[in-house]
């Protein structure tokens, strides 16, 4: 399954995990209850992977932006030399 989200979805993703994942430390810690205690562990288990691969798919999805903007970046450099180049023989390149 796949989702698109903004930046401001993304973000407020991310902070709803990360404080989900602050409560159920502390209520790991409160518990007493061995079997709860452990639903619990695996609930922070899993919580922590969905969180690190959020932040993981945001990290790629940055990077992809900023080659698609070094190539866009590259290939104006490459334009405007090549006209410098047609007008001025030798003064670019």
Do not use: F
């Not at 922590?48 to 070094?70: N, P, S």
């Not at 866009?72 to 670019?92: K, N």
Request: proline letters at 2%; hydrophobic letters at 45%.
């Amino acid at each position: 399954m796949n989702i698109d989200l903004s930046k401001d979805e993304l973000a407020l993703l991310t902070d709803l995990l990360q404080e989900k994942w602050e409560q159920l430390r502390v209520e790991i810690r409160r518990t007493g209850t061995p079997r709860y205690h452990d639903e619990l562990r695996e609930l922070e288990r899993r919580t922590v992977v969905l969180l690190r691969r959020i932040e993981m798919a945001a990290v790629v999805a940055a990077a992809v932006v900023l080659a698609d903007l070094g190539n866009c970046l590259i290939c104006t450099d490459r334009t405007v030399a090549g006209a410098l180049r047609r007008r001025s023989p030798g003064v670019v390149g």
